[in-house]
C-alpha cells in the first residue's frame, strides 16, 4: 500500500491538514486505491515534544513514504530560538534538502466565482492561468553563511550548479510543452553572475525544446508584468529566492494566498502543502482556509499516482463549494459572512 508521510505541523496546520485527509479519505473510498496515512511531528510541536524541529523517525519515515502531506510550520514562540533550530531552517529546509525536492511547482489560476476577491481589477486576471517552477534546493537559502565579527557582518552566499540549473529547466520545459508552449525565465542577469549562468544554460536546453517559446526577464520586470499583464505567462521557471517572492506575489492573483497550493518533487516522490505559511494570529479559531491544503492534496493524487481523475474531482469540487457561495474569512467581501476551516472542508466533500 502507498504510505503517505503526514505532518500536520504548526499553527492553522494542525487545523487545515485534517480537512484535506477528509476530501482525499472521501474520494478514495470512492476507488479501488488504499492509502497507508501516519502522522509525524515537525516544527515547533517537534521541539515542544522532542526538542528538534526534524526528528529522526519524522525524517526517516518521509525518506520511507511515497508522498508527504505538510501543513505549515513555525510560529511566533519559536522565533527567538538561534535560527537553525527554528522550524523555518530547522525542518523545512533540510526536509526539501535531505529528499531532494528540487522541483517546487506552484500553478496560479483564478477561480471565476473569486474574481471579485482578488484586489486586482477583474480584467486584469479573469484569464490568469500560470505555473511557477520555483529551484527549490539551491541558491541563497543553501549557500555558505556566517558572520564576520570586525569589522562586523553577515553572508549569504548565492551559488548555482549547472546540473542544479539544467534540471529544473528541464521540468519546465516539460510542462510547458503540455501547456501553451511559452516559457519565463526570471534571473537578473544584469547584476548576478549567477544569473548570467543560469540564462546560458536556459537557451542551452531550449535547444531541445524548439516548439516552446522562451523568453528572459529580470525578476524586477516580472514583478511589475505580474501585476500589470498577468495573461501573459504560461509556465515561469526561476531560482529558489525569485520563486519565493514571485509566488506570494502571484497568489494574489487568484484572490488568497489561502488559495496557493504547492508540490516539491523528486522524480515521484513529492511533498505537498500550501503555500502559505502558519498564520498564528488566527491558528485554533477554525477560521483558516484549508482549500489549499486541499488542492495541494489533490496535486498529490496527480503527480504522484498519476490518480487523475480523482485530482479532477477534489479541483471540480473546490470550484463548485466557491460557486456555491463558501468563503473562508480570507475570501470575504466587507458584509458577507465566513464559513469556517471545517465547514469548509465538509462542504468539498459533499461537492465531490
Ligand atoms: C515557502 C515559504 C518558505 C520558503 C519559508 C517558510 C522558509 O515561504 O515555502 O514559500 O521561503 O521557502
Ligand atoms: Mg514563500
Redesign the pocket.
Known amino acids: 500500500m502507498p504510505k503517505i508521510a503526514v505532518l500536520p505541523g504548526d499553527g492553522i496546520g494542525k487545523e487545515i491538514i485534517p480537512e484535506a485527509l477528509k476530501v482525499l479519505k472521501a474520494v478514495l473510498a470512492g476507488s479501488r486505491y488504499r492509502f497507508d496515512f501516519q502522522e509525524f511531528l515537525i516544527g515547533g510541536t517537534a521541539i515542544d515534544e522532542v526538542e528538534t524541529a526534524l526528528p529522526s523517525d519524522t525524517l526517516r519515515a518521509c525518506k520511507d513514504a511515497d508522498a508527504i502531506l505538510l501543513g505549515s510550520v513555525g510560529g511566533p514562540k519559536w522565533d527567538t530560538l538561534p535560527a537553525i533550530k527554528r522550524p523555518e531552517l530547522g525542518a523545512l529546509l533540510p526536509l526539501r534538502k535531505e529528499l531532494n525536492l528540487y522541483a517546487n511547482i506552484r500553478p496560479v489560476k483564478v477561480f471565476p466565482s473569486l474574481i471579485s476577491a482578488s484586489t486586482l481589477k477583474e480584467e486584469i486576471v479573469k484569464n490568469v492561468d500560470l505555473v511557477v517552477f520555483r529551484e527549490l534546493t539551491g541558491g541563497l537559502y543553501f549557500g555558505d553563511k556566517g558572520r564576520n565579527d570586525n569589522p562586523p557582518a553577515a553572508y549569504d552566499v548565492l551559488i548555482y550548479s549547472e546540473e542544479e540549473i539544467r534540471r529544473i529547466l528541464e521540468l519546465a520545459f516539460q510542462a510547458s510543452q503540455g501547456r501553451r508552449k511559452k516559457l519565463c525565465s526570471v534571473d537578473k542577469a544584469n547584476v548576478l553572475e549567477s544569473s548570467r549562468f543560469w540564462r546560458e544554460i536556459a537557451t542551452d536546453v531550449a535547444k531541445q525544446y524548439p516548439e516552446v517559446e522562451l523568453t528572459h526577464l529580470y525578476v524586477d520586470n516580472a514583478a511589475m508584468q505580474l501585476v500589470r499583464y498577468p495573461e501573459q505567462f504560461d509556465v515561469i521557471v526561476t531560482e529558489n529566492m525569485f520563486g ?1 517572492i514571485l ?2 506575489l502571484a497568489s494574489m492573483l487568484s484572490g488568497s494566498i489561502g488559495m496557493l497550493s504547492s508540490a516539491s518533487m523528486c522524480g515521484k516522490k513529492g511533498l505537498f502543502e500550501p ?1 502559505h505559511g502558519s498564520a498564528p494570529d488566527i491558528a485554533g479559531q477554525n477560521k483558516a482556509n484549508p482549500l489549499a491544503t486541499i488542492l495541494s492534496a489533490a496535486m498529490m493524487l496527480r503527480y504522484t499516482f498519476d490518480l487523475h481523475a480523482e485530482a479532477d474531482r477534489i479541483e471540480r469540487a473546490v470550484i463548485k463549494v466557491l460557486d456555491q457561495g463558501y468563503r473562508t474569512a480570507d475570501l470575504v467581501k466587507p458584509g458577507e459572512k465566513a464559513v469556517g476551516t471545517k465547514e469548509m472542508g465538509d462542504a468539498v466533500v459533499a461537492a465531490l
Open positions: 519565493d509566488t506570494d503555500a
